[in-house]
Nanobody
C-alpha cells in the first residue's frame, strides 16, 4: 500500500527556520509532480509549492523567496525548507504526490501525507 509520511513539524519563533520532509513508500511505479499544501485555522487548504519530476519548482507569491521545495527521486522524498517564518505561516502542512502505484499502471493518482502542524509564535 502506498503511503506518504511527513516529518514532524513544530513550534518556531518568527524569523526562524524549519525543514519538512515527506517520503513515499510502498509499491510505486512512478512519481510525477509533488507539492506542499497548508491549511490555516478557518481557511481553505492552499497549494503553495510544487516541483515536477524533473525538479522544476513553482511557488505561491506569499512564500516565494522564503521557502524552497526540493526532491530526491532516489529516495522518493520531497523536502520543504522554510526560512524567515512568519506567524501567518502557522498551519497544518500536507505533502502531496501524483504517482502511479505498481498495482495499477493505468493512471496517476493523488496521494496525501498525514499533515503536520507548524506553529510560528514567540
Amino acid at each position: 500500500q502506498v503511503r506518504l509520511v511527513e516529518s514532524v513539524g513544530g513550534l518556531v519563533q518568527p524569523g526562524g527556520s524549519l525543514r519538512l520532509s515527506c517520503t513515499a513508500s510502498g509499491s510505486i511505479f512512478s512519481i510525477g509532480d509533488m507539492g506542499w499544501y497548508r491549511q490555516a485555522p478557518g481557511k481553505q487548504r492552499e497549494l503553495f509549492a510544487t516541483i515536477t519530476s524533473g525538479g522544476t519548482p513553482d511557488y505561491l507569491d506569499s512564500v516565494k523567496g522564503r521557502f524552497t521545495i526540493s526532491r530526491d527521486n532516489a529516495k522518493n522524498t520531497v523536502y520543504l525548507q522554510m526560512n524567515s517564518l512568519k506567524p501567518e505561516d502557522t498551519a497544518v502542512y500536507y505533502c502531496n504526490a501524483d504517482l502511479i502505484p505498481a498495482d495499477d499502471l493505468s493512471t496517476y493518482r493523488k496521494y496525501w501525507g498525514q499533515g503536520t502542524q507548524v506553529t510560528v509564535s514567540s
